[in-house]
């Protein structure tokens, strides 16, 4: 079955930087769009970036815009995020997943990780 | 960007009833919005994609409908593992938005 597991969190200073990692499984990978989806504590959801399935087209929320750079590899069936100059804002669950789609368009997030928990504090 | 407002942010209800939640775009989005479930602690799970289509596995009393602007999911008989987080979300253009959620709590 699809399994998508997040590693990577941590406690980290403001200004400072982290990597998450998703090891996905149970499918093609490289035949699938992947994104990285947030939740702040006891908030909603929010789009942090996604990457097409050749990880050759990348997009982002403005709010990671120039800090974070989502990328993956497909021979490794793994997704990244490099998370740079982190801001407490920037503290939230962070979701690794799948959207359904084989072509271009989003169709929907079908898959998603158990998240990765980001602190970022002092 | 477009902004998705979910409405209501929160209901009370009980079991047996016949609950809706409705989405609102910021501009026309076609049919590409999707529906997510959330329980506390866990990853949000697809419901419905492209406003109507229910995903492998979903119970039948979920339904979607809508395009354009306005979208709404209706649970036609509320059961007891569907108190939870509903969310919004438009794939018609980046950035990706999410409404701001519907919390479904028993009555």
């Known amino acids: 079955q699809v399994q998508l597991v997040e590693s990577g969190g941590g406690l980290v200073k403001p200004g400072g930087s982290l990597r998450l990692s998703c090891e996905a499984s149970?499918?093609?990978?490289?035949?699938?769009?992947m994104a990285w989806i947030r939740q702040a504590p006891g908030k909603g959801l929010e789009w942090v970036s996604y990457v097409d399935s050749s990880g050759s087209d990348m997009f982002y929320a403005d709010s990671v815009k120039g800090r974070f750079t989502i990328s993956r590899d497909n021979a490794k069936n793994s997704l990244y995020l490099h998370m740079s100059s982190l801001r407490a804002e920037d503290s939230a669950v962070y979701f690794c997943?799948?959207?359904?789609?084989?072509?271009?368009?989003?169709?929907?997030?079908?898959?998603w990780g158990q998240g990765a928990l980001v602190t970022v504090a002092s | 960007d477009i902004q998705m407002t979910q409405s209501p942010s929160s209901l009370s209800a009980s079991v047996g009833d016949r609950v809706t939640i409705t989405c609102r775009a910021s501009?026309?989005?076609?049919?590409?919005s999707h529906w997510y479930q959330q329980k506390p602690g866990e990853a949000p799970k697809l419901l419905i994609s492209s406003a109507s289509i229910l995903q492998s596995g979903v119970p039948s009393r979920f339904s979607g409908s809508g395009s354009g602007t306005d979208f709404t999911l209706t649970i036609s008989s509320l059961q007891p593992e569907d108190f939870a987080t509903y969310y919004c979300q438009q794939s018609y253009n980046t950035p990706l938005t999410f409404g701001g959620g519907t919390k479904v709590e028993i009555k």
């Open positions: 149970g499918f093609i990978f490289r035949d699938y769009q």
């Open positions: 501009q026309s989005i076609s049919r590409l």
């Open positions: 997943a799948r959207d359904q789609a084989f072509g271009p368009r989003l169709l929907g997030f079908d898959s």
